[in-house]
């Protein structure tokens, strides 16, 4: 803690990933943590929490949404998926625009791609063909 208040260390970023047991007012869990305790006592350097509820407020908040370029799709699929010839591809980028612009999801498939040997065209048809059969047992 003493380092990242330290006034030359500027350039340093922390991350608190899925914070998704805080302790707030009505939450009675005991396992629930005060992220408090943890962050710097500072206004230099970064930090980054992310979590699923609405209810945690520990800085400003900055909402993810899609993202409106496909070449910004064809991006995170290219850097996740380690794969060349990615922003060329006409198959990538119909399963980005499939995959709606959504940061997560490319992201899950991009890392998805890089740790098996399926073609883009092969994915978006398995992809294709799950959403279809979950459309179709759902009520």
């Given at each position: 803690?003493?380092?990242?208040?330290?006034?030359?260390?500027?350039?340093?970023?922390?991350?608190?990933?899925?914070?998704?047991?805080?302790?707030?007012?009505?939450?009675?869990?005991?396992?629930?943590?005060?992220?408090?305790?943890?962050?710097?006592?500072?206004?230099?350097?970064?930090?980054?929490?992310?979590?699923?509820?609405?209810?945690?407020?520990?800085?400003?908040?900055?909402?993810?949404?899609?993202?409106?370029?496909?070449?910004?799709?064809?991006?995170?699929?290219?850097?996740?998926?380690?794969?060349?010839?990615?922003?060329?591809?006409p198959?990538?980028?119909?399963?980005?625009?499939?995959?709606?612009?959504?940061?997560?999801?490319?992201?899950?498939?991009?890392?998805?791609?890089?740790q098996?040997?399926?073609s883009?065209?092969?994915?978006?048809?398995?992809?294709?063909?799950?959403?279809?059969?979950?459309?179709?047992?759902?009520?």
């Amino acid at each position: 803690m003493r380092w990242l208040e330290h006034a030359k260390n500027t350039r340093w970023l922390m991350v608190f990933d899925n914070y998704d047991r805080p302790k707030v007012p009505g939450n009675t869990d005991p396992s629930a943590v005060d992220i408090q305790q943890y962050l710097p006592k500072v206004y230099h350097g970064s930090i980054i929490v992310t979590t699923r509820l609405s209810n945690v407020n520990v800085g400003p908040r900055i909402r993810v949404g899609k993202l409106e370029n496909v070449g910004d799709s064809l991006q995170i699929l290219s850097n996740a998926s380690r794969r060349e010839g990615v922003m060329d591809d006409p198959t990538a980028a119909e399963l980005a625009k499939e995959l709606d612009g959504l940061p997560l999801a490319l992201a899950t498939a991009g890392a998805y791609l890089d740790q098996v040997s399926t073609s883009f065209a092969d994915y978006l048809r398995l992809y294709r063909a799950s959403w279809l059969k979950l459309q179709q047992t759902s009520p």
